[in-house]
């Protein structure tokens, strides 16, 4: 027994006598450029959110027909930025250079995207300030990643981590803005980016603290709905239900885009030009419906606590459509996410008028995840973002929305960028023949 007694007690000295060791990976350099330029994607989009909506408030004051006028002036100023100081390009230019472009982001487009963004968000525009704000911040990862030399995959997951920041800070999201910041930027259903998962979380968490203190932004629900509780394991049907109507949803939103984007196209003028017709037609519907103003961060919660007729719920949600598709088509700059919830959350309440005994809460979830799934392609993060968003703590009914809308998504995503190169050869020399 003395025996057993003294080998654990020269076993316990010898533990206690090695030195403490911490693992390298947390301070290791990489680790503290991660942290770096999460601390300067929150103060990158902290910056952004308070000129936002101070230029918001200036330009909200001009209300009934001076809506028309405002917008085609902020239009037309947002086509003279990106004509004369140079084209920032959109979501589908990001996701070909993290993937086809060694993950490097050129920062020398950031001003054109900053002024002309703040302009067509500001104004009114159906376009959210997500995609500046990713470019803007990704673009940073790369500059830093620049100056401290570094190449390959480091670097591209130095560009993915600021991208991450830029969606955290807003959606106020670590874990989902970090997924989708990697899910975005997938073909099919490869997750070929995933190395850079602990980055994106590491500069988010920053991020998100910084951008709190801030703006005070995404500490708790953003959009409020009533408390739901799982009553039968009919919900997970309910859910996929919603979601396939919510899919077709999406599907009309990408054929009207398709279509504004070919009317667009054939009018050959300069980008100015097209941005003023934007503005007017954008500002014509914000006339007769204004809740279609704006890129809804508020109006959700507008919507979710008034009572609306079915008619207008419809009238909102057709011509948010068109307002988003508009607005990407036109030349006007600006991320299309939460304009996305916006339709689901008017197609969740148009659908609890005619299935009244489901709750509102699992209708509205299902609608709009499965309309974004459909869109970005991205089930994960959009998962977990709305269950952030909304305080809906059941994931699963979200995923299987989220899921559904992913499979029934078109054969050629909206995102060109997210198919193969294979795919896109075979599509040009389809068109081309």
């Known amino acids: 027994m003395k025996l057993k007694r003294r080998r654990k007690l020269v076993k316990y000295i010898d533990i206690l006598d090695r030195p403490i060791r911490f693992n390298p990976f947390v301070f290791s350099r990489m680790f503290f450029l991660w942290a770096l330029l999460g601390l300067i994607g929150g103060v990158i989009s902290g910056s952004y959110w308070v000129v936002l909506m101070f230029l918001t408030d200036f330009l909200a004051v001009y209300q009934g027909w001076l809506v028309i006028p405002v917008m085609a002036v902020c239009g037309l100023l947002a086509g003279l ?32 995207m900053v002024l002309s963004s703040l302009l067509c968000v500001a104004s009114g525009g159906s376009l959210g300030p997500e995609a500046p704000l990713v470019q803007v911040t990704g673009s940073t990862g790369s500059w830093i990643g620049k100056i401290f030399r570094l190449k390959g995959e480091e670097l591209r997951s130095l560009s993915i981590a600021g991208m991450a920041s830029g ?28 190395q850079a998962i602990i980055p994106a979380l590491v500069a988010s968490g920053f ?28 919900d997970f049907g309910w859910a996929v239900l919603f979601g396939i109507i919510a899919t077709f949803v999406g599907w009309c939103f990408i054929f009207c885009t398709k279509f ?7 009018l050959k003028a300069p980008i100015y030009i097209k941005t003023l017709i934007g503005g007017v037609l954008l500002g014509t519907i914000a006339f007769y419906i204004p809740l279609t103003r704006y890129f809804s961060h508020f ?21 948010k459509i068109i307002a988003i598709a508009i607005t990407v088509t036109s030349g006007w700059r600006g991320g299309f996410i939460i304009p996305l919830f916006f339709c689901g959350t008017a197609l969740g309440l148009l659908l609890h008028t005619i299935f009244p005994a489901i709750s509102l809460s699992l209708t509205i979830v299902s609608c709009m995840a499965a309309i974004n799934a459909c869109v970005t392609r991205t089930p994960m993060s959009t998962t977990i973002l709305l269950a952030t968003l909304t305080g809906f703590t059941y994931f699963i009914p979200i995923l299987f929305a989220s899921l559904t809308g992913y499979f029934l998504a078109p054969r050629i995503p909206f995102i060109g960028a997210q198919m193969e190169e294979k795919e896109k050869k075979a599509i040009k020399n389809k068109y081309i023949k």
Do not use: C
Not at 304 to 312: A, I, K, P, V
């Open 167 to 194: 969606f955290t800070a807003l959606f106020g999201a670590p874990l989902g803005g970090s997924l989708f910041s990697l899910e975005i930027l997938h073909h099919k259903h490869a997750v070929e980016y995933y």
């Open 299 to 319: 109006e959700i919660e507008h919507l979710l606590t008034d009572n609306f007729t079915m008619e207008f719920l419809l009238a909102v949600l057709v011509f």
């Open 260 to 266: 504004f984007k070919k009317m667009f196209g054939k």
């Open 207 to 234: 991020s998100y603290v910084v951008f709190a203190i801030i703006v005070h932004l995404g500490l708790g629900p953003t959009w409020h709905l009533p408390a739901y509780e799982m009553a039968t394991v009919f």
């Open 81 to 112: 930025i990106i004509f004369f100081i140079g084209d920032p390009g959109e979501m589908q230019l990001i996701v070909n250079n993290i993937r086809f472009n060694k993950g490097k982001l050129d920062p020398k487009n950031n001003p054109s």
